[in-house]
């Protein structure tokens, strides 16, 4: 593909400038995968502690949630917005007992889990 100007009159074109030509290759997908880039975010200090204490919560989370429910299959979704967003302990723990209903653990595991996962989310 090429791109070109046209001839102007003497009055329009400066000097210098006669017969300027524009050349594109095209290399079509060598170019794109050999220019291919990412977009990254930066955040600031405060912002990325905030983030890691959240993913520190939520690896902690899985791991809990793997040692009680044996066979991964049993596993169910523990949400920890949906956690935070209401409005005392207690309805927090009965939220949690009724998902860990169908855990076939020891109930002092339960409650345990429970406890501490209630004290790492009011870190957050």
């Not at 074109?13 to 997908?29: D, H, Q």
């Not at 935070?84 to 020891?106: E, G, N, Q, W």
Request: hydrophobic share 35%.
């Amino acid at each position: 593909m090429q791109c070109g100007l046209e001839q102007m009159n003497d009055c329009e074109r400066s000097p210098n400038r006669t017969n300027l030509r524009v050349n594109f290759n095209e290399k079509g997908s060598e170019v794109k995968e050999r220019r291919e880039k990412f977009l990254t975010a930066k955040y600031g200090s405060h912002q990325m502690s905030l983030i890691r204490k959240r993913l520190a919560v939520e690896m902690w989370l899985y791991d809990e949630l793997q040692k009680l429910f044996d066979p991964p299959s049993e596993a169910i979704d523990v949400d920890i917005d949906e956690i935070l967003d209401m409005d005392t302990d207690d309805i927090r723990r009965s939220h949690l007992i009724r998902l860990l209903a169908v855990c076939k653990r020891p109930q002092s595991d339960i409650s345990k889990f429970i406890s501490d996962l209630l004290d790492r989310a009011k870190t957050l």
